[in-house]
């Protein structure tokens, strides 16, 4: 089992900068990819970004490339993203997940992710 927190989201003005952290524990040796999925109200869950736990290749929906950037220290268990140039439809609870195949066949499907984050709320004021 991987327990995944989330922290570092709160309020902040449009063309701000954020960035939140998402602390995994347990098998975290079952990690092979650490994703954000963000969900809006009202809207359905959207895949934002993922990255390959071992080497680092990562992936990002449109809306969001050029502004947020995901990483990850994995001698830290830890999986970072920063989010800049903020703006009002960025706002939404964002979600840590991570997958524990070895070849997930689409990191855009939530349905791919084993372990999830309980989110944290970003809010973009305008």
């Known amino acids: 089992q991987v327990q995944l927190v989330e922290s570092g989201g709160g309020l902040v003005q449009a063309g701000g900068s954020l960035r939140i952290s998402c602390a995994a524990s347990?098998?975290?040796?079952?990690?092979?990819?650490m994703g954000w999925f963000r969900q809006a109200p009202g809207k359905e869950h959207e895949f934002v970004t993922a990255?390959?736990?071992?080497?680092?290749?990562?992936y990002y929906t449109d809306s969001v490339k050029g502004r947020f950037t995901i990483s990850r220290d994995v001698a830290k268990n830890t999986g970072y993203l920063q989010m800049n140039s903020l703006k009002p439809e960025d706002t939404a609870v964002y979600y840590c997940?991570?997958?524990?195949?070895?070849?997930?066949?689409?990191?855009?499907?939530?349905?791919?992710?084993?372990?999830w984050g309980q989110g944290t709320q970003v809010t973009v004021s305008s």
């Open positions: 997940a991570c997958t524990r195949s070895i070849l997930p066949k689409n990191l855009y499907s939530a349905a791919t992710y084993e372990y």
């Open positions: 990255i390959y736990w071992s080497g680092g290749a990562t």
């Open positions: 347990g098998r975290t040796d079952n990690i092979r990819h």
